[in-house]
């Protein structure tokens, strides 16, 4: 029983072939997508670096000016 | 009768009595124009790091469209596999996903594998099938096609 042919109408078949053109047409559009959404969160990474970055440095300049303020020079 | 008392005079103090408690204390700052530059910079970084803030917003909301477009064209993919493949061609043992279109009408999660395709009525749902969430439908139909899958191979 599972190994009998399938026979499928020509009619039939021509439909069957614009709706998987139609669905590859789909599955690309989704493919654009999800590369915009991956691109999105890689810009998202990256600025997660940024402020990083950004943090240490107002992080070094606060100890800095507390080290000035709190130890001033010896005479 | 109740007598007024006198508020008790406050006692004037005087400049120089305050100046003892909390004296002016004075530091030497060395290298001034440096503490001033870091000062700055450190409010610049600030300001760039709430600008980096306001672009993180907007990519987020950019994001969340695109999430919205991805579910509409995945739910067009699924409804041009559902309706148009199945339509045009032979019918086998899959049920139809049909479903997350239209859950209004929920179908009860233990099928018969050889059941046919055909939309089945719905037999007696129950109230909680009724409020079952989509993802537990979108389960159940994972859970069934790969039983089915199973029975292939």
Redesign the interface.
Known sequence: MERMP?F?KVD??N??VN??K??RK??E??KE??A??HE??N??DH?LE??NN??N??EK??E??ER??SE??NY | MATKKAAPKQKAVSPEKVRDKNPVLTVQISEARMLRKEILESVREVIIFMQGYERFRKLQEDKVALFAKLRLQLRDINRLIDSGLRKDLPQGKLRPLSKLAMPEKPRAQEMPLERAPSPAPAEMPSSEQQVRSGLDELEAQLQDIENQLRKVA
Do not use: G
Request: charged share 25%; aromatic share 10%; no cysteine.
């Open positions: 399938v499928v039939e078949y439909n069957v709706v998987i139609s669905i789909k599955v559009e989704a997508t999800l915009k959404v999105y969160k810009e998202e600025q940024v402020w950004n943090l440095e107002v300049k606060v800095f000016i000035s303020l001033p020079e």
